[in-house]
Nanobody, 126 residues
């Protein structure tokens, strides 16, 4: 049974940093592309960052480029999202997603992922 468990969310002030983790079980982690999506209150879930299982390429949403970093630790079955200089509009639930065999062009799309975590709340507020 595939399980993705996110952690690391919380309440921070604008400009602060936060690191999220997602630990996977039940999959051959090295074969899976991983991604982070987020959903703000009243809005649709959107792509934040992904990492290809084949090339290690890391596409990002334009809004987070230069501030967020995604990384994958195959030995620990963990994908992390380091978020710096957080903004209030980035408040929301952050979800981890996993899929085997996904191609680079599909990394940004929710429909490409079969496995999802339950999400972790990130609140950016002064």
């Amino acid at each position: 049974q595939v399980q993705l468990v996110e952690s690391g969310g919380g309440l921070v002030q604008p400009g602060d940093s936060l690191s999220l983790s997602c630990t996977a079980s039940g999959i051959s982690f090295i074969r899976y592309a991983m991604a982070w999506f987020r959903q703000a209150p009243g809005k649709e879930r959107e792509f934040v960052a992904g990492i290809s299982q084949r090339t290690g390429s890391t596409p990002y949403a334009d809004s987070v480029k230069g501030r967020f970093t995604i990384s994958k630790n195959n030995a620990k079955n963990t994908v992390m999202l380091q978020m710096n200089n957080l903004k209030p509009e980035e408040t929301g639930v952050y979800f981890c997603a996993a899929e085997a065999g996904i191609v680079m062009s599909q990394l940004r799309f929710q429909s490409g992922y079969s496995h999802w975590g339950q999400g972790t709340q990130v609140t950016v507020s002064s």
